[in-house]
């Protein structure tokens, strides 16, 4: 293979979230109510009972968080634990919805340039002090500086200012139609201004792990456990029955404990055994873990989009779009998908790169390119882009997530019979997003949210930062998206990012994965919205 100069490129693991806002715009008030008040109604997804105060709720992850920083961190240990600590202005219900969250109400300009946010009174953090505006406008500089989001958000941004101690104005340079919607998204907390005065992109330590959360930080053996308590001094909203991450929080369990296990079989054994309540596990389990007697298993609200990302950069091959063409004409993704757990109850086989479910932004454009297989073909364009027989390429995965080594393999076995030599080499999962942005490498793969409510969170347009992709007409596209009026302009917008992402291929999609927990039938009032915990409690 031609060798090409290497270009090292530095980047944050901004994108691998699996919570975000949807395209809902709802400016509705609340009243505060007790935190452990056991009469609240917790939820479409309660099971029937009274809730019970107290209790140990334990709940396995794969990982460790390694950061309790939502801003900088949003991988998805790290979002799930934020969101039991942390609130934002807005956030979103279980249909993935915008609501306010620590605002009370807000207003917005005629001209689309003025947002003009009133903040909820007596809300405290966790060490006492009350939420100003000067919290508020702390957190959200440091979102614009620091958050992937954000930072693609900033340039419209001309001030985001504290009026009185409850209100803040935040102006733009132009309308931005999904500005709601982003001040909902993952890493939009809201911190105490003095614990994050001066930090940079590393973050705060354990001491800055402060919220206005339902639950607070009590202890975090890293690389063992992060054991949450409830926060005595919460107030919560009224709003009852929304799910997700707004409305009426109730906080029953005196702690919530997540222990780290890394190993599948050790997670479902620990869950059969009564070790912990909560596993999610990989999809490659779920067909056991239906028919397992005592073991709920719900589908989860909102999907995953499962890729695999060829390096844009000159130190590899598939800078050559006919490369990144060849593979995706290389790869069986009906034999991947089923090798890796393909019950169509949690997956969906299609090209687009949000789930079905997220209507608003469910694209069919580009389908005759993601059905596509020809391997014979592909090795003609691999020929013509410089990939000779008997040339390496190297794919970085991570063992931390299985399924990521499952599809390594696979399509090692699938550009093997064309004659390449696939080399492997797995890594946690942090080591791994180092690794890409320090050594070269031609593929990767991840699994993002794809239940999302604005292109601008969208992985497939805008992973520059990790894979070196992107283009003119990717940023004028979702400069248009931003200008946009209403939701038809929008979606033809959306039409066209599709199909530039076929075209271009930032990432090649495998499939949309729906998200499922498997748990102890002791958990009660579980709403079946990832690891939220509030509005559950675990049965006498």
């Known amino acids: 293979m031609n060798q090409r100069p290497s270009r090292r490129r530095l980047f944050a693991p901004a994108l691998v979230a699996v919570t975000a806002a949807s395209l809902a715009l709802t400016a509705c008030g609340g009243d505060d109510a007790s935190s452990a008040d056991p009469g609240g109604d917790s939820g479409d997804g309660a099971a029937a009972g009274e809730p019970v105060v107290g209790g ?7 990982s460790d968080p390694q950061s309790l920083d939502g801003a900088v961190n949003p991988t998805q240990v790290a979002v799930h634990l934020s969101t039991m600590l942390y609130e934002k202005l807005f956030d979103v219900d279980r249909d993935n919805a915008a609501h306010p969250m620590l605002v009370d109400e807000y207003e917005v300009s005629e001209d689309g340039l003025t947002y003009t946010f009133t903040l909820r009174d007596g809300i405290t953090f966790h060490d006492g002090a009350a939420l100003t505006s000067a919290d508020v406008v702390a957190s959200l500089e440091r979102w614009l500086e620091f958050n992937g989001t954000g930072q693609v958000v900033a340039p419209d941004v001309a001030s985001v200012e504290a009026t009185d101690d409850l209100t803040v104005v935040l102006t733009l340079n132009n309308p931005r139609y999904p500005l709601i919607n982003e001040l909902a998204s993952p890493g939009a907390h809201i911190f105490r201004a003095e614990l994050i005065e001066g930090l940079d992109a590393e973050g705060f330590d354990v001491d800055g792990a402060i919220g206005t959360g339902p639950y607070q930080l009590r202890n975090w053996d890293t690389g063992q456990e992060v054991v949450l308590e409830r926060f005595d001094g919460y107030q919560s909203r009224t709003e009852e029955g929304l799910g997700g991450h707004v409305g009426a929080k109730h906080a029953y369990l005196d702690t919530v404990t997540f222990k780290v296990v890394g190993d599948q079989d050790a997670l479902i054994n620990g869950l059969l055994t009564d070790q912990w309540h909560h596993i999610m596990p990989t999809p490659d389990h779920y067909d056991r873990l239906q028919a397992e007697p005592g073991v709920e298993v719900s589908i989860l609200s909102g999907g995953d989009l499962n890729v695999v990302i060829p390096n844009h950069d000159e130190s590899s091959i598939f800078s050559d779009p006919e490369a990144r063409q060849a593979l995706n ?16 109850e949690i997956l969906v086989e299609d090209g687009a790169f949000v789930s079905p479910d997220n209507t608003d932004f469910y694209s069919t454009e580009g389908a005759e390119i993601y059905e596509a297989y020809d391997p014979e073909r592909a090795k003609e364009m691999f020929t013509e882009a410089g990939l000779n027989e008997g040339d390496t390429l190297r794919i970085v995965t991570s063992s931390t997530f299985p399924q990521f080594n499952q599809w390594a393999v696979l399509i090692q076995d699938q550009l093997g019979e064309l004659g390449y030599n ?5 890594y946690d999962f942090t080591t791994m997003l180092s690794i890409l942005g320090e050594e070269d490498w031609d593929l990767t793969m991840l699994f993002f949210n794809g239940f999302l409510n604005s292109p601008q969170q969208m992985p497939p347009l805008n ?20 200008a946009v009026e209403n939701e038809e302009q929008a979606k033809e917008i959306v039409d066209q990012l599709q199909a530039l992402v076929w075209e271009e291929l930032p990432v090649i999609v495998l499939s949309s994965g729906r998200p499922y927990a498997a748990y102890s039938p002791d958990l009660r009032g579980y709403d079946n919205y990832w690891r939220v915990f509030w509005n559950s409690w675990l049965e006498e």
Request: aromatic share 2%; proline share 6%.
């Open 463 to 482: 992973l520059g930062g990790l894979n070196g992709s992107g283009s003119d007409e990717m940023v004028g596209l979702l400069a248009a998206y931003n």
């Open 329 to 344: 004409l290389a790869l069986d993704k009906s034999a991947i998908n089923a090798t890796t757990g393909g019950n169509p």
């Open 56 to 62: 140990d709720l334990i709940v396995a992850i794969p």
């Open 422 to 426: 696939v080399q492997i080499d797995p």
